[in-house]
C-alpha cells in the first residue's frame, strides 16, 4: 500500500516528473494523431478499393480477354454463396472531341445494373445516384447511345476537394475509338481501317475516389464495349468477371470456391475452341486484385510506423533520464525504506509503479488532446486554408475528400498499452539501480 | 530469547572500508552483547566505528568477519527475506539526521512500518488500529497536532520525535539510536533523552550511539569504542 502512495506522491510533488509526463503524453498525442489518419486512410483507400472491385474477380491481363464468360457466369449464379456476377469488358481507347481533340481512355462496359449490385458503381454516379438502370441514358434523349466517364474527365477538382456539375446533364458528344483484336491478338480488322468508332453521349460521370480510375476510366453499356473491342464474334468474350459473394461467406472462402468452380470449368473446357485464352484467366480477391495499389499505401503506413517506433525509443530515453534523476534525488528514501524492511523487489516495484502512473497519466493527456484534436482536424484545416492557405493534402491532386478522424478505440488500445510498457522499460534499469542501493551509502551524513 | 539471555550478540566483528588507495579498518574483533532491558550508550571518537558498529547490529549492513546473533540466530545466515523482516519487526532506528519521507506527513511517516510488510487487503483490514497505534504514539511523543503536517514544517526535536516514533510503531525488540541528539541544541537533546529514559523504563531496550559522554551517562551502561575495539 505503502508503493502506491508513495508513487502517487512521488508523481505530485516532484516536478521533474511533469516533464517525463509531458513527454509521454506529446509521444501519445502525435502517435494517436497519425495513427487514426493513416490507418484511416488506408481503411478508406481498401474500401474503396473493395467497392470498385466487389469480393472477387475472374479475369485475365490481355486485352484478348477469355470465352466461355456466360456460361461460366450462369454457374456461377447458380451457387449459394454466390450474391450477384457482372460480365465485364476492359480495354483501351481513344476519346474525341468534335474539336478534334483526343485522350487515351480506359474503357470498361458493364451492364450498370448488374454491376451495381456486384460493385459500388450506382453509388460513384452523380445524375443517377443510386438509380443505376439509366446510367446509360441521357435525361437529354434516352434513345442515345450514353456513357458514363470518369469524373476527372469531365469536371476539375477544386481545392476543397469539391467538383461542380450543372444542375442538369449537359448536352455532350465524342467519338471512343477502340482496336479490335482476334482471340489470337492480332488487329481484327487490319487492312480495313483498323479501329472501330462510335459515338456516345455523355449520360453521367462516375466519382469512385480512385484518382487513376476517375481520371482514365469511361464506361459503356457492355454490349457496345464488347463490339468496339472486337469480343463479340460468334465465341464472344469478356474481360473479367466481377462477383459479390452473399453476406457472411468468408473472402478467401468465397474466392476458393470460385477457384475450384474455375479448374472444374477449365477441365470441362480443355479441348475448345480458343480453350488457350481460359489458362490466362486468374481467381483473385480483390485484394489480390488490386495489391499494387494498396501494397503502396501499407508500405506508407509501415513506414509511419517504423518513424514512430523511434519516437517511442526517444520517450524510454527521456523516461530513463528523468528516473535516474528521481532515483538520485531519492536515494535517501531508499535508504530510509530499506532500513525499515522493505526489499530490493518492493523498490523495483514503488519505482515501477511511479513509472506506470507516469504513463497512465502521459497517456491519458496524450489520448484526450489526440481525440480532441481529430474532432477538430478537418475543422482546423479549413481554418488554416481559409487564412493561410495551408493544406495537409492538395485536393486538387489526390483524391481525399475529408481527413480520415475517426476514432479506432483497438488502435488507441494498443497506443496506451505500448506507452505504458514503454515508460516501465525506461524506469527499468533506474529501478533496478535503486533496489541495488546500500542502505548504509545512501543515509550517510555526506550524503545529505 | 537465547539460553545466556543476550537479545543480540557481536562476535569478533570486523570492517574495514577502501578510501582512495588505502584500506581503513574501522572495527578490529569487537564483540558486544546487548541484554533485554538494557540502555547502552557507545561513545568514541568520530571515525571510531561506532555508526558502522550500530548498523552491522541491525543488519543494515555486514561485517567483514565476525558472527552477529539475534536471540541466538545467526544473522549472516539469514534470507535476503528473513533480513528485511528483522529490521522491519525487531529493530528500530533512529539517525542522527532523522530521515523521514518528505512526501509523507507525520502521520503516515510514523506508521509507514507497518505498512511495509502489508498487501493492499491486509492494509485496509489493519488501518484502523495501525492509524490508532500511531496516533498514539504521536500523543505519547506530544505530536497530536503535527499529525497532519510534513516533516518540513516541523522543528528538529520534533522531527527526531516523529523518527522515535517511526522507530517504535512496530514494537520492536531493539531500539538503535545513532547520534539521536547530534543534531539538536542542548535542551531538545535533553527532552529526546528523556523519551529514552522512559522508554528504557518500560521495558524497552536500546543502543544508543553519541560521541559527547554528558548524554552517555544518560544510559545505563557505556560502552567505549577505541582503535576498532570495545574497551569497558
Known amino acids: ?448 | 530469547m537465547s539460553k545466556d539471555n543476550f537479545i543480540l550478540k557481536a562476535e569478533g566483528i570486523c570492517k574495514s572500508y577502501r578510501m582512495g588507495q588505502a584500506e581503513v579498518q574501522v572495527l578490529k574483533g569487537v564483540d558486544l552483547a546487548v541484554k533485554e532491558g538494557d540502555f547502552i550508550a557507545v561513545i568514541g571518537a568520530s571515525g571510531s566505528g561506532k555508526s558502522t558498529l550500530l548498523h552491522i547490529l541491525g543488519a543494515l549492513d555486514t561485517p567483514d568477519t565476525g558472527i552477529v546473533r539475534f536471540d541466538g540466530r545467526d544473522l549472516s545466515r539469514q534470507s535476503a527475506r528473513g533480513l528485511n523482516r528483522f529490521r522491519n519487526k525487531m529493530v528500530g532506528f533512529v539517525f542522527q539526521f532523522y530521515h523521514l519521507l518528505d512526501e509523507l506527513n507525520v502521520l503516515e511517516n510514523v506508521f509507514l512500518p507497518a505498512m511495509a510488510d502489508k498487501s493492499v487487503i491486509g492494509w485496509l483490514v489493519s488501518r484502523r488500529r495501525v492509524k490508532n497505534r500511531a496516533a498514539d504514539l504521536l500523543a505519547q511523543l506530544g505530536l497530536s497536532e503535527r499529525a497532519n503536517h510534513k516533516p518540513y514544517q516541523l522543528s528538529g526535536g520534533e522531527r527526531q520525535r516523529v523518527a522515535i516514533g517511526r522507530a517504535l510503531m512496530n514494537e520492536p525488540r531493539v531500539l538503535l539510536a545513532d547520534e539521536p541528539t547530534g543534531n539538536l541544541d542542548s535542551e531538545t537533546g535533553n527532552g529526546i533523552l528523556k523519551i529514552f529514559e522512559e522508554l528504557n523504563k518500560a521495558g524497552q531496550t536500546i543502543m544508543m550511539v553519541t560521541h559527547d559522554e554528558r548524554i552517555a551517562r544518560k544510559a545505563k551502561r557505556i560502552i567505549t569504542l577505541a582503535d576498532g575495539k570495545i574497551s569497558d
Open chain 1, 1 to 448: 500500500m505503502y508503493k502506491i502512495i508513495l508513487a502517487f506522491r512521488y508523481l505530485l510533488r516532484r516536478r521533474i516528473t511533469y516533464l517525463a509526463v509531458l513527454a509521454v503524453a506529446l509521444c501519445v498525442f502525435a502517435v494517436v494523431v497519425v495513427m487514426t489518419v493513416m490507418t484511416g486512410l488506408l481503411r478508406d483507400f481498401k474500401a474503396i478499393n473493395h467497392s470498385w472491385v466487389g469480393d472477387c474477380v475472374v479475369s485475365t491481363d490481355t486485352l484478348v480477354g477469355f470465352p466461355y464468360y456466360r456460361e461460366f457466369v450462369k454457374i456461377l449464379e447458380e451457387r449459394d454463396f454466390v450474391g450477384s456476377v457482372s460480365p465485364v469488358i476492359r480495354s483501351y481507347g481513344i476519346l474525341t472531341e468534335p474539336s478534334g481533340w483526343n485522350t487515351s481512355v480506359e474503357v470498361m462496359g458493364i451492364d450498370p445494373v448488374k454491376h451495381s449490385r456486384t460493385t459500388g458503381f450506382a453509388k460513384t454516379l452523380y445524375y443517377h445516384k443510386d438509380w443505376p438502370a439509366d446510367a446509360f441514358k441521357p435525361d437529354y434523349d434516352a434513345n442515345l447511345p450514353g456513357c458514363v466517364l470518369g469524373i476527372d474527365k469531365v469536371s476539375a477538382r477544386d481545392q476543397r476537394g469539391k467538383y461542380s456539375h450543372y444542375s442538369s446533364i449537359p448536352r455532350y458528344s465524342f467519338t471512343i475509338t477502340c482496336f479490335p483484336l482476334t482471340a489470337g491478338g492480332a488487329l481484327a480488322k487490319a487492312g480495313l481501317g483498323l479501329v472501330n468508332t462510335r459515338r456516345f453521349y455523355y449520360s453521367d460521370d462516375s466519382h469512385s475516389g480512385l484518382a487513376k480510375v476517375d481520371g482514365a476510366f469511361i464506361y459503356l453499356p457492355f454490349a457496345d464495349a464488347q463490339a468496339l473491342c472486337g469480343m463479340n464474334g460468334p465465341s464472344p468474350r469478356a474481360s473479367a468477371i466481377h462477383i459479390k459473394f452473399k453476406a457472411g461467406v468468408n473472402l478467401q472462402t468465397g474466392r476458393n470456391r470460385v477457384a475450384k468452380l474455375w479448374e472444374d470449368f477449365l477441365t470441362g473446357r480443355g479441348g475448345g475452341k480458343q480453350a488457350n485464352l481460359l489458362s490466362k484467366v486468374r481467381v483473385e480477391t480483390w485484394k489480390d486484385y488490386r495489391r499494387e495499389v494498396i501494397a503502396a499505401v501499407e508500405k506508407e503506413q509501415i513506414m509511419m510506423m517504423a518513424a514512430f517506433g523511434m519516437i517511442g525509443i526517444i520517450t524510454v530515453f527521456i523516461v530513463f533520464v528523468v528516473f535516474y534523476m528521481v532515483v538520485s534525488h531519492k536515494s535517501k528514501d531508499i535508504g530510509i525504506l530499506k532500513s525499515i524492511g522493505i526489499s530490493n523487489r518492493d523498490v523495483i516495484e514503488l519505482f515501477l509503479g511511479f513509472a506506470f502512473l507516469v504513463a497512465v497519466c502521459g497517456s491519458a493527456i496524450g489520448t484526450a488532446g489526440g481525440v480532441l484534436f481529430l474532432e477538430k482536424i478537418n475543422r482546423i484545416e479549413s481554418w488554416l486554408y481559409d487564412h493561410y492557405g495551408f493544406q495537409l493534402w492538395n485536393r486538387a491532386i489526390y483524391a481525399i475528400d475529408e481527413i480520415p478522424n475517426k476514432i479506432q478505440f483497438d488502435i488507441i488500445a494498443v497506443i496506451i498499452v505500448s506507452a505504458i510498457a514503454v515508460c516501465l522499460v525506461g524506469a527499468l534499469i533506474p529501478a533496478w539501480q535503486a533496489a541495488r542501493l546500500k542502505p548504509v551509502e545512501t543515509l550517510q551524513v555526506n550524503q545529505l
